[in-house]
Structures are given as structure tokens and as C-alpha cells.
């Protein structure tokens, strides 16, 4: 499985991003996909995760009404757009696939095996 993030960047505060998660080399069609940061000093969080086996969507809280996961019809790229960007979001966001069991998706990072690269996000004024 090759994940490869894009779409990073600088942004001011109240800015919006889209990061793209490329992925390929799935067997089944039962994985999800989870978006994770990590900002200086700071354990890594789930922020959102999509199920590729029933198009389940979860936000951790500090996403909801901000950050919007969803996939295109190929199926080949999940995106996360981000609006209404704040300071504190600044982090190394993080793209991973796991494969999947259970219906639904989850942000614990426990439930991924294959990680991407990672892409900067800064907010700053």
C-alpha cells in the first residue's frame, strides 16, 4: 500500500487548505482511510477518518463544522478541506490506511498500518 499526502502550506488564520491523500495497492475493498496531526511538543490525534467499505465519515470534535473529509469517484484520493484554519491547528498532518474488520472507521492511530510522509500546515498572521 503507497500513501502519498499533498497540500500543505502556510495560511493566514481564518484561511482554508485541502490536503490530498493519493493511495493504491489496496486488495479489498474493506480499509479506511484517517487523517492525523501532529503539532510540536504534541502526541499525535486523529482528526477524521472515511470507510471505504460503507462511506462512513468520524471527526474528532476539534474538526466538526471545520474540516470536511471525502473521496472522489475513482476512489484513488481522500481529501481533507479545512476551512476556518486557527493557530492551534498548525501541525504535520499525516494520512494513513488501515485495513478494515468492522464497518465505520476510528481515529485511533492503532487502527492504521500504512502511513504517509506527512505534509506542514502553519495558521499564522
Known amino acids: 500500500v503507497r500513501i502519498v499526502e499533498s497540500g500543505g502550506g502556510s495560511v493566514q488564520p481564518g484561511g482554508s487548505l485541502r490536503l490530498s491523500c493519493a493511495t493504491s495497492?489496496?486488495?479489498?475493498?474493506?480499509?479506511?482511510i484517517g487523517w492525523f496531526r501532529q503539532a510540536p511538543g504534541k502526541e499525535r490525534e486523529g482528526v477524521a477518518c472515511?470507510?471505504?467499505?460503507?462511506?462512513?465519515?468520524y471527526y474528532a470534535v476539534s474538526a466538526k463544522g471545520r474540516f470536511t473529509i471525502s473521496r472522489d469517484n475513482a476512489k484513488t484520493t481522500v481529501y481533507l478541506q479545512m476551512n476556518s484554519l486557527k493557530p492551534e491547528d498548525t501541525a504535520v498532518y499525516y494520512c494513513?490506511?488501515?485495513?478494515?474488520?468492522?464497518?465505520?472507521?476510528?481515529?485511533?492511530?492503532?487502527?492504521?498500518?500504512?502511513w504517509g510522509q506527512g505534509t506542514q500546515v502553519t495558521v499564522s498572521s
Open positions: 494513513a490506511a488501515g485495513h478494515a474488520a468492522l464497518p465505520g472507521c476510528g481515529i485511533g492511530d492503532y487502527e492504521y498500518d500504512y
Open positions: 495497492g489496496f486488495t479489498s475493498d474493506y480499509y479506511s
Open positions: 472515511y470507510s471505504n467499505g460503507d462511506g462512513s465519515l
